[in-house]
């Protein structure tokens, strides 16, 4: 606040509603929607409730904006705030907005990302931001009788918050490139251009590829950690955390194991699961045959081979299909060689995935904090006390 005070040497904030067209400019007049089977391929992007959704041919506006996108949800969380620059099309589900030449768009733009709608938000279950109460969102203006101090304060908080921002942009294309490495490494350590491999079928490298059952009774669903009571994980067909389903007193899979999702849109998702754990329906579990293939072997030798579900209707994968399914193996004459060569490039690979997966060590992890710091800040800088509130205060 202190820093605030010092950019302000004085002068007062007032806040001025988007519909003051001496600050704002309203450019939703322009917006045009396009069914996807008509638009055109091209490089502008196609903004829409979800963002971009494409990138088409033509635009509708050109200049600096920020785009208000909607999906007629009254959730906050489903307001995204997006900063335009250049040429793009906006469809009927984003408001865009500008700041006139007393205004800097950026300062707008880091402002309506800690704006809440909701108290502006009319339609009930499937409420909607209206023009009509957008013009009513107000915007605190540093010191709006002089527009060169202001500018000049306006342009201050930009400097700061940007240097958060373009820290994190360059931290997520770094991520990016790393990822791309990786999958580049671990195609070529698969492909075994040097070293003699044959491709063997799954049911030929496992102890057993089974499909989860029921649910379990007793099973504390939702239950996030161990406890004395229920101590074993029951996973479920999700992906990431979600595959979590509970936790039980007792397990069906003794060994470490990789389970496959075997139904839905994610089918073919698959993940390592410590040894001691129960799987339910629409789950797969492949138990490595350790003298043959490493379970951690087994499940990057996965990433790189096309798992594919049934055709039509919902995708689905059977035990049977996934016995088929044939993976490389090193030396696999010699199960001692072959072993030390799996060790060999999944220490590789686990480095990779380490720098590019982790949330305690990795690149995702120092991308999150650096978001936390920007929010952090930003919402120092832009905690204008509204009409009243000094008062009260």
Request: with cysteine.
């Amino acid at each position: 606040m202190r820093f605030l005070e010092k950019l302000l040497d004085g002068g007062q904030v007032e806040w001025k509603p988007l519909g003051d067209e001496e600050f704002f400019e309203i450019a939703n007049r322009g917006r045009k929607p396009v069914k996807q089977s008509l638009r055109v391929a091209g490089d502008t992007p196609y903004y829409g409730a979800n963002n971009i959704q494409d990138y088409v041919d033509g635009h509708t506006h050109e200049g600096e904006f920020v785009l208000i996108a909607e999906d007629g949800s009254a959730s906050l969380e489903n307001y995204s705030i997006q900063y335009a620059k250049g040429r793009f099309w906006a469809n009927n589900h984003v408001h865009v907005v500008r700041g006139n030449d007393q205004i800097n768009t950026r300062y707008l733009f880091h402002y309506l990302c800690i704006t809440n709608f909701q108290p502006y938000l009319s339609g009930g279950g499937r409420a909607k931001l209206t023009k009509g109460r957008l013009v009513e969102i107000s915007v605190p203006i540093p010191c709006p009788e002089e527009p060169e101090k202001s500018l000049a304060i306006q342009g201050e908080i930009v400097r700061i918050l940007d240097s958060f921002t373009e820290l994190t942009a360059e931290l997520t294309a770094e991520l990016e490139a790393r990822k791309k490495q990786s999958n580049h490494y671990r195609d070529h350590l698969l492909s075994f251009l040097d070293v003699e491999s044959t491709w063997i079928a799954l049911d030929d490298l496992c102890i057993s590829i089974t499909a989860g059952g029921d649910v379990p009774k007793p099973c504390a669903k939702g239950q996030t950690h161990p406890n004395d009571e229920y101590p074993y994980p029951v996973y479920a067909n999700a992906v990431g955390e979600g595959g979590l389903y509970g936790f039980t007193d007792s397990y069906k899979i003794e060994s470490d194991a990789v389970t496959v999702s075997a139904r839905g849109a994610k089918v073919g998702y698959h993940a390592i699961r410590e040894g001691k754990f129960t799987p339910i329906i629409r789950l797969l579990v492949l138990v490595a045959d350790k003298s043959l293939i490493s379970t951690a072997f087994l499940n990057y030798a996965l990433d790189m081979t096309l798992i594919g579900g049934t055709d039509g209707g919902i995708p689905q994968l059977t035990v049977p299909m996934v016995k088929k399914i044939m993976i490389p193996i090193p030396y696999p004459d010699d199960p001692r060689k072959s072993l030390a060569e799996q060790a060999r490039i999944v220490e590789i690979l686990d480095k990779f995935d380490t720098l590019t997966t982790s949330l305690s060590e990795g690149l995702p992890r120092e991308i999150e904090l650096r978001q936390k710091q920007y929010e952090y800040y930003r919402d120092l800088l832009l905690s204008f006390p509204k009409p009243g509130e000094a008062a009260e205060a």
